[in-house]
């Protein structure tokens, strides 16, 4: 079965520290890939996805996300975590053959004052 | 622009209760889906259509029913509730698959 593994369930960073949130996923082929962000009580928003254009996707907010084949991985970054970037985040992948998303099981971020 | 709409917000069932959760968007968007969001399991597809008059399975499927006559409107039907369906329910709309998705603000069930 196809799947993306979001490697840590909650990240706890400083405040204008850098953020890492770590997405693998399987493949024989080259998926389509996103981020999606989920604020408390609130619908899921898209960060960025990744088309099989540039490797380097660059999203809103400051967040980016680079895919690299080689290691079948699309992990987030940020370099300096504001107080709003407190939320879940979910990695999210197409799959071949039919039309459906999977869903990682998603990463809980913390930021400390 | 409302984009995606879901009612109701939220919903207490008595077992073996039915109820339709609602959801329209006014995107224009062929295809919608509805997901359940659980701790732990990120969100599940439960059905999604392609388009008006086509819908199909997704991975947990059972319990619920859909329809899909106008591309605007998707209504989750559970038939006969059950505990295990407590959960927050999430309907989006998107122009394809690999497109942003919009995402309803939720509806919060909980089955006693």
Redesign the interface.
Known sequence: AQSVTQLD?HVSVSEGTPVLLRCNYSSSYSP?LFW?VQHP??????LL?Y?SAATLVKGINGFEAEFKKSETSFHLTKPSAHMSDAAEY?CVR?NFGN???T????TRLTIIP | NAGVTQTPKFQVLKTGQSMTLQCAQDMNHEYMSWYRQDPGMGLRLIHYSVGAGITDQGEVPNGYNVSRSTTEDFPLRLLSAAPSQTSVYFCASSRTLNTEAFFGQGTRLTVV
């Open positions: 369930s389509s999606y009580n609130k619908g899921l928003q898209l996805k088309t979910f197409d039309e459906k998303l869903f990682g099981t998603g």
